[in-house]
């Protein structure tokens, strides 16, 4: 595997907490680790079977098509078809003013 090139840190300041949180190269690949542990595990029959049965009210989301479908759009999400962004502190920054933060 590549390695990815250093990112510059860039320090946030929460203005209604007063905690800052620095992104790093750590604090991505925590990020990304938490990410992978969200992806749950597929589901067996008997699971999904037991699921319908606990919570019939909730009987469609437990199918073995809705948990397929639930489990791509993980992967889709974690994978791709974006590609990671390495941006410097300053285009990170330069990204936010342009962002429309309205919604």
Partial sequence: ???QPQRKPVTIYNHFTGE????????F????????????????????????????D???AYTREVDDE?????????YGPHQPMHLSG????????DADVSR
């Fill in 1 to 3: 595997m590549a390695t």
């Fill in 20 to 27: 800052t949180l620095t992104l790093d190269d750590t604090y």
């Fill in 29 to 56: 690949e925590n990020q990304r680790e938490a990410v992978c542990e969200f992806l749950a595990h597929p589901r067996t029959d008997e699971e999904l079977a037991q699921l319908r049965r606990q919570y019939p």
């Fill in 58 to 60: 909730q009987a469609w």
């Fill in 70 to 78: 639930l489990r791509a759009a993980e992967e889709r999400i974690l």
């Fill in 90 to 97: 300053e285009e990170f920054l330069a990204l936010l003013e």
